[in-house]
């Protein structure tokens, strides 16, 4: 009796170990699968914001006209996109900009454009008097119907170039005019990416030899502030021609 008491209790002890040791080994193997990655990931979306919508599909809130005061005209709200009526006869005087300020961000958004038309989104643009227009100080992302255009257009100024700048690469797909396209800029410390329907179509290091070549040598070297704010708004540019925008989404980093 007593030897079958022992064996049933050395049997429970055997059991108890092994089963402790299984679980101390499944929390070793969870801790050790977690890739540097993933650590990487969770790090950066504990340090970064959350989404912002900057149009709510219904009005112009959060916005207002470049160094102006007062009710914006030349946009307005349609089908819950925000739409560039084309009023500028230039690209002075028409250009909208948000309220807040921003510095290293991820901004997404849809557009499209009408047969010809030419328009754009800026970041880190500066108010002030001394300007005429948000593109003295904010980098372009180029928003243009690259076919229909009626002049001809350089490299670097077809859609989803760093206007002036940097051209579109080969990865570029552009939708058909009056077709939504998708978009965005990410802006991290001097790290520059243009995305266009999926695709990376631009990357560069703002500052760089190259970079700072290109500033002072082509059309930005009579623009002395032209992309030197680390923060800014962010501005959608009226052209004189339509442009629609919508889903226009921003993320702080």
Same mark, same amino acid.
């Given at each position: 009796?007593?030897s079958?008491?022992?064996?049933?209790?050395?049997?429970?002890?055997?059991?108890?170990? =092994?089963?402790?040791g299984?679980?101390?080994?499944?929390?070793n193997? /969870?801790?050790? @699968?977690?890739s540097?990655?993933?650590?990487a990931?969770? /790090?950066?979306?504990?340090? *970064?914001?959350?989404?912002?919508?900057?149009?709510d599909?219904?009005?112009?809130?959060g &916005?207002?006209?470049?160094?102006?005061?007062?009710?914006?005209?030349?946009?307005?709200?349609?089908? /819950?996109?925000?739409?560039?009526?084309?009023? @500028?006869k230039?690209?002075?005087?028409?250009?909208?900009?948000?309220?807040k300020?921003y510095?290293?961000?991820?901004?997404?958004?849809?557009?499209?454009?009408? %047969?010809?038309s030419? *328009?754009?989104?800026?970041?880190?643009v500066?108010?002030?008097?001394?300007?005429?227009?948000?593109?003295?100080?904010?980098?372009?992302?180029?928003v243009?119907?690259?076919?229909?255009f009626?002049?001809?257009?350089?490299?670097?100024?077809?859609?989803?170039?760093?206007?002036?700048?940097?051209? @579109?690469?080969?990865?570029?797909?552009?939708?058909?005019?009056?077709?939504?396209? /998708?978009? *965005? =800029?990410?802006? #991290?410390?001097?790290h520059?990416?243009?995305?266009?329907?999926?695709?990376?179509?631009?990357?560069?290091?703002?500052?760089s030899?190259d970079?700072n070549?290109?500033?002072?040598?082509?059309? &930005?070297?009579?623009?002395?502030?032209?992309?030197?704010? %680390?923060?800014?708004?962010?501005?959608?540019q009226?052209?004189?021609?339509?442009?629609?925008?919508? #889903?226009?989404? =921003?993320?702080?980093l």
């Amino acid at each position: 009796m007593k030897s079958k008491m022992y064996r049933l209790v050395f049997i429970g002890i055997t059991a108890t170990v =092994i089963a402790c040791g299984g679980n101390a080994g499944s929390e070793n193997d /969870s801790s050790a @699968a977690v890739s540097p990655d993933t650590a990487a990931t969770t /790090s950066q979306t504990k340090t *970064s914001g959350e989404w912002v919508s900057l149009f709510d599909g219904r009005t112009l809130g959060g &916005w207002h006209g470049y160094n102006k005061t007062g009710e914006v005209k030349n946009w307005t709200v349609q089908d /819950s996109a925000l739409v560039c009526l084309g009023a @500028a006869k230039d690209a002075h005087g028409g250009d909208l900009v948000t309220d807040k300020t921003y510095g290293n961000f991820e901004l997404t958004w849809d557009w499209k454009v009408d %047969k010809g038309s030419n *328009s754009g989104v800026m970041y880190h643009v500066i108010e002030d008097a001394k300007y005429k227009a948000p593109y003295e100080t904010g980098p372009e992302y180029q928003v243009i119907d690259d076919i229909g255009f009626p002049e001809k257009l350089e490299d670097w100024q077809k859609a989803g170039a760093d206007y002036a700048m940097t051209p @579109a690469n080969d990865k570029k797909q552009l939708k058909p005019v009056g077709q939504w396209n /998708s978009s *965005s =800029i990410l802006y #991290n410390n001097g790290h520059v990416e243009h995305w266009l329907n999926g695709e990376k179509v631009v990357e560069f290091e703002a500052g760089s030899d190259d970079w700072n070549k290109k500033r002072t040598e082509g059309k &930005w070297k009579d623009y002395p502030d032209y992309a030197k704010a %680390k923060t800014g708004k962010i501005a959608l540019q009226d052209h004189g021609n339509k442009a629609y925008y919508r #889903n226009i989404k =921003i993320r702080e980093l």
